[in-house]
């Protein structure tokens, strides 16, 4: 499967309310690119789709996410990006939650681009589903390309895209997935998230942790105790060796044995 993001286009082909199409008789925006906006693609900006199956099984519904970083720095009060997709078989449609994001391009069930809503993205994300196509189909391709954009509302070089290409071929899906990319893979990880906890908000994980205290504590004191009563517990005057060692100094001397 191929998920293309992009943006407006001076054509008409492409706009803030979705692309699709043959843009600037270059042929189809999922599989020449946003070139309404640049003439080239900008691996500084990575395209991203995750879930993407090793093998699909007919009829199966993939759920899948697409996501764009780099280029033009998010203006959550503007626009931000946008996508525009394209499948050799099978079905394009939102997931659950993002069906006011994503529409069919035209109505072709083949090709899925954003909505107006959906090129407002705060984070340049969109769930979609792949209806895989019936038994027999052979391999699929998917296209994609994206248009990260500064939200000035003018398609120029200010705004960056990027595409891709991925086949799926048909067989056993094991449930494995895989993540495909374009970009120099330039992606600043997210910050981890710090996490504290109360020692005292814990119940039985505090009770826990005060019980293994204690317990190791008891064996300390155990053990300490074992050894003072092995050196001193055999005599009332400890002088420097054992009252068993004394006992056998006895024996030797009057030439007994043990």
Not at 66 to 82: R, V, Y
Request: proline share 3%.
């Amino acid at each position: 499967m191929c998920l293309v993001i992009a943006f407006v286009s001076s054509t008409g082909q492409g706009i803030h309310t979705g692309v699709g199409g043959d843009a600037n008789n270059q042929g189809e925006v999922a599989i020449a690119g946003c070139t309404c906006h640049a003439a080239d693609p900008d691996n500084s900006v990575t395209v991203i789709l995750e879930g993407v199956p090793f093998h699909y099984e007919a009829g199966v519904i993939y759920e899948l996410r697409i996501q764009l970083i780099g280029g033009p720095s998010i203006d959550d009060s503007s626009h931000t990006g946008g996508f525009a997709m394209k499948v050799s078989s099978g079905e394009l449609a939102g997931s659950q939650g993002f069906e006011n994001l994503v529409q069919n391009w035209e109505d072709d069930l083949s090709a899925l681009t954003h909505t107006d809503a959906g090129s407002k993205t705060i984070d340049r994300t969109w769930l979609i589903s792949w209806i895989s196509p019936q038994e027999g189909t052979g391999a699929v391709t998917m296209w994609l390309a994206g248009n990260s954009v500064n939200g000035d509302g003018i398609p120029s070089e200010l705004d960056r895209w990027n595409r891709l290409s991925t086949t799926i071929d048909e067989g056993t899906d094991n449930g494995k997935t895989k993540t495909v990319f374009s970009g120099n893979g330039d992606i600043e990880p997210p910050a981890p998230i710090e996490e504290h906890s109360d020692i005292h908000e814990m119940g039985a994980e505090l009770l826990a942790h005060w019980l293994g205290i204690f317990g190791f504590l008891m064996v300390t004191l155990v053990i300490i105790f074992c050894g003072v009563f092995l050196r001193y517990g055999f005599s009332r005057h400890y002088k420097g060796r054992s009252n068993l060692l004394k006992l056998r100094i006895k024996h030797l001397k009057r030439g007994d044995q043990f």
